[in-house]
Structures are given as structure tokens and as C-alpha cells.
């Protein structure tokens, strides 16, 4: 390979001033690999890209910052799907570890979505158990049915919220709130079921209690009648035992 | 976690590649002014240049999978990239007759092609040798320095610069390679 002609047209391409049969002449050298300097495109690259160096520096407005941030944070699904593919890609299965430090120091978006996912999941168990332990507190059911009050439940069912963030850190957020909104229809499905169990608990309950008071009512019932009886048969005889006299 | 302050480019790329949005926001403060000053020189339009600085940092965060890290330089990459962006943008501008811009035509234009053979650089680093840099392009004739700007700040092609200056496009092609082979040699006797 003529390492003078393949000079020549780097330099050429680095300043992106080739000509058509030129780019090709190029590519075939770069195809051919044997003896293409590499190195030497890579320094011509360089060499074009500290030009701007030489510049006085120009500063864009402030508020392009922020713009910038809103333009990053209208392609937050676009990210989002990049993460999730990438994560598919390298990590088919995983346990994400939580790391509160890291949470507020700001790791990247991946890490804050899968430890959103674990604590989210861990509150949610804690909550159910706590519910479900208040739920089948008989005392509490027994005095309301006594009182013929409904059951009250006082589990807090509503959902975590975010904190915000400011500048650039937009569509982190967006995203943790997404994560958060997926979690929710599991939340409340799982709480309503759980409702369900509970207010079945109290119902046998109630029903249990009334059922106690039926038999008393109706052994109330058969006494007053037996003593009725009784006390019929003991006049029968007194009258009896009178006329025999 | 480290002070941002403190990383190199190369490390604040890769937390970039993370989706890490500090390191976004630490790569802008550090690289807009450079890239901001070179996107204007091309498109001198304040609000245009602004537009496509934004644009740059949005290729960035999107196609930021299309750096190799181990084999390209983020300087280089980050001013090959706006370079680009900007001279499309000034070509569309202009009304001249470009494709559809799309994913395939970004990949295929806008984003830098660098050698997997090349000396990383930073921006501090670059910065410290402005004096050096000043005093290489001083040294070459003024017509070196004209077709050198025409071509890497007007974005024009052989035929354009020869049209331009009214001279044979072979001579414009002769002086482009001789102008970037003398500062190469000066920058290298320099550094």
C-alpha cells in the first residue's frame, strides 16, 4: 500500500473534503487492512479536532441548560427502552441489591429502577402484613358487631411519593415515577383482595356471634315454656289434691 | 461517589453511558462552551447554534452506545460530533438538497468514524496548549489558513472552496494537504 496516496486522502477525509471516487479509493485501502495507517488517521483526527482550541470561547445562554434538560426529558420512553434492552442484553437474570446511599447520591437511572422495584416490594409486604394483622384483630371486630358499628380498616393504602429533581435529573425522576405507577395496580389488587379476606373474617365472625345468641334465645325460650309447664302441673295437682281430700 | 469535578472525560462518558443524568449535566457544563463556540463559528446565528448544541447533547445521551471508549477519544469524539451536526445543519439551512435526516442518515453522517488507533486527549489538556496551537496555524500562508477554514468551518467540499476562490480544484485539493501536513509537522516539532 502507498502509505503517501493513503496520507494524502486521510487528510482529506478528516477535513471531510473528499470526492466521491476518492471516499472509495479510501475505503478499498481501509478494506485491504494490511499497512493502513491507522495511527496516523487517528492523529489527523486529533490534529482537525484542537482547532476549535484556538477559538475565544463563546458561552450559550443559561437558560439553554434547561432547555436542553426539557429536550432530554421528551425522549425519557426512548431512554427507558434503551435500558431496558440493555439490561435484558447483559443481565437476563438479576437480583438488584438496595443501596440507600447510593439512592442519594444519584446513581444512574438502571440502578435507581431496579432498587425502586425492591423497596417498592418490600413496603408493599410490610404494609399487607401490618393490614392483614389489624384486619384479623377479633377484639376490635367483636366490639364494633356488639356496638353494630361497620369494621373500620386503617391500613394507609396510598401510594409513595416522589421527590422532585432538579435540572437535568428530570427524566430520572419521570421514570421512577413510572416504575412507582406500574407498582400501583398491584398495590391496590393485592389490597383489595386482602380487604375481602378480612371483612370475611369479621362476617364469620359476626355470623359465629349470632348464632351463639339464636341458641341462647331459643333455650330462653324452651325454659320459659318448661317452666311453664311446670308450673301448670304443680296447680293441676294442688287442685287435684284438693278435691280428693 | 467521586467528585464529578475530578473525573476525567473518559469517566464522566462512561457514567454517561450508564444513563447516569449527573454525568450528562457534568459533561455539558464542562464541553459547552468548546462545542458551543465551534458550532457558532460555523452557524454564526445565535438562537441556530444554540438549537444545535441542545442537539448535540441529545445525539449524545442517545447514541452514546456508538463510542468505543478503549479506542476513541471523547474530546475528539464530542468536537467531530458537533462539527458535524453543525455543518448539516448549516448545508439544510442553506436550502441545499440533503437526504431525509433520520437514525440510519445520523449514524451514517453525524456520527464520528475515529480510528481505533488513536491517542486519547482531554479537554483541559487541549485547553493548556492554546498558545502552542495559536502560534502552528500562525505559521502557515494565509491562503493555507483560508481553504483550511472554508473547508473545516464553511463545510465545503473541493469544488465548493475552488468555485469559491476561482482557481482549478486540484490546486484547491494540493493546498489542503499541504496546509494540513505543515501543521501537523508544527504542532509535532511544538508538542
Given at each position: 500500500m502507498d502509505k503517501k496516496k493513503s496520507l494524502d486522502l486521510i487528510k482529506l477525509e478528516v477535513l471531510g473534503c473528499l470526492t466521491e471516487q476518492d471516499k472509495e479509493k479510501l475505503q478499498a485501502m481501509k478494506d485491504e487492512g494490511d499497512g493502513f495507517p491507522w495511527k496516523e488517521l487517528g492523529d489527523y483526527q486529533n490534529l482537525i479536532a484542537i482547532l476549535p482550541a484556538t477559538l475565544e470561547l463563546k458561552y450559550p445562554a443559561r437558560d439553554l441548560k434547561d432547555k436542553t434538560a426539557t429536550m432530554l426529558f421528551n425522549m425519557r420512553d426512548q431512554i427507558k427502552a434503551k435500558i431496558e434492552a440493555k439490561k435484558a442484553k447483559e443481565k437476563p437474570v438479576e437480583v438488584p441489591v438496595a443501596e440507600s446511599v447510593e439512592v442519594e447520591e444519584g446513581i444512574n437511572i438502571e440502578e435507581q429502577v431496579e432498587e425502586n422495584i425492591t423497596t417498592e416490594e418490600i413496603e408493599i409486604v410490610e404494609k399487607e402484613f401490618a393490614e392483614v394483622?389489624?384486619?384479623?384483630?377479633?377484639?376490635?371486630?367483636?366490639?364494633?358487631?356488639?356496638?353494630?358499628?361497620?369494621?373500620?380498616?386503617?391500613?394507609?393504602?396510598?401510594g409513595k411519593s416522589e421527590p422532585e429533581t432538579p435540572s437535568l435529573q428530570t427524566d430520572e425522576v419521570e421514570i421512577k415515577e413510572l416504575e412507582t405507577k406500574e407498582f400501583e395496580p398491584k398495590e391496590s389488587g393485592k389490597t383489595v383482595v386482602d380487604r375481602e379476606v378480612i371483612e370475611k373474617i369479621a362476617r364469620d365472625y359476626m355470623k359465629g356471634y349470632e348464632r351463639e345468641l339464636n341458641s341462647l334465645r331459643s333455650s330462653v325460650k324452651k325454659n320459659k315454656i318448661l317452666s311453664f309447664i311446670i308450673f301448670a302441673v304443680a296447680i293441676i295437682l294442688i287442685v287435684a289434691m284438693y278435691f280428693i281430700k | 461517589?467521586?467528585?464529578?469535578?475530578?473525573?476525567?472525560?473518559?469517566?464522566?462518558?462512561?457514567?454517561?453511558?450508564?444513563?447516569?443524568?449527573?454525568?450528562?449535566?457534568?459533561?455539558?457544563?464542562?464541553?459547552?462552551?468548546?462545542?458551543?463556540?465551534?458550532?457558532?463559528?460555523?452557524?454564526?446565528?445565535?438562537?441556530?447554534?444554540?438549537?444545535?448544541?441542545?442537539?448535540?447533547?441529545?445525539?449524545?445521551?442517545?447514541?452514546?452506545?456508538?463510542?468505543?471508549?478503549?479506542?476513541?477519544?471523547?474530546?475528539?469524539?464530542?468536537?467531530?460530533?458537533?462539527?458535524?451536526?453543525?455543518?448539516?445543519?448549516?448545508?439544510?439551512?442553506?436550502?441545499?438538497?440533503?437526504?431525509?435526516?433520520?437514525?440510519?442518515?445520523?449514524?451514517?453522517?453525524?456520527?464520528?468514524?475515529?480510528?481505533?488507533?488513536?491517542?486519547?486527549?482531554?479537554?483541559?489538556?487541549?485547553?493548556?496548549?492554546?498558545?502552542?496551537?495559536?502560534?502552528?496555524?500562525?505559521?502557515?500562508?494565509?491562503?493555507?489558513?483560508?481553504?483550511?477554514?472554508?473547508?473545516?468551518?464553511?463545510?465545503?467540499?473541493?469544488e465548493e472552496i475552488a468555485a469559491k476562490l476561482n482557481i482549478p480544484a486540484m490546486t484547491v485539493k494540493s493546498k489542503l494537504q499541504v496546509a494540513f501536513g505543515n501543521l501537523m509537522k508544527k504542532v509535532s516539532e511544538a508538542g
Open positions: 394483622e389489624e384486619g384479623i384483630n377479633l377484639n376490635e371486630v367483636e366490639e364494633a358487631s356488639i356496638k353494630n358499628e361497620p369494621v373500620r380498616f386503617t391500613g394507609n393504602f396510598k | 461517589m467521586a467528585d464529578t469535578n475530578s473525573l476525567k472525560d473518559a469517566e464522566i462518558m462512561q457514567r454517561v453511558a450508564g444513563y447516569d443524568s449527573k454525568a450528562l449535566e457534568q459533561l455539558y457544563d464542562r464541553y459547552a462552551p468548546i462545542l458551543y463556540t465551534l458550532i457558532k463559528k460555523i452557524i454564526p446565528e445565535k438562537e441556530t447554534s444554540e438549537e444545535v448544541l441542545s442537539e448535540v447533547f441529545v445525539i449524545v445521551w442517545r447514541q452514546i452506545d456508538q463510542l468505543d471508549f478503549k479506542k476513541n477519544s471523547v474530546y475528539t469524539w464530542l468536537i467531530t460530533l458537533a462539527r458535524n451536526k453543525a455543518i448539516d445543519t448549516l448545508n439544510r439551512n442553506s436550502g441545499k438538497q440533503m437526504p431525509d435526516y433520520n437514525d440510519d442518515y445520523e449514524k451514517e453522517n453525524i456520527l464520528p468514524k475515529l480510528s481505533p488507533e488513536m491517542e486519547p486527549m482531554e479537554l483541559q489538556e487541549v485547553m493548556n496548549k492554546k498558545e502552542m496551537l495559536v502560534k502552528a496555524l500562525g505559521s502557515l500562508t494565509d491562503a493555507q489558513k483560508y481553504v483550511l477554514e472554508l473547508s473545516y468551518y464553511g463545510g465545503m467540499d473541493q
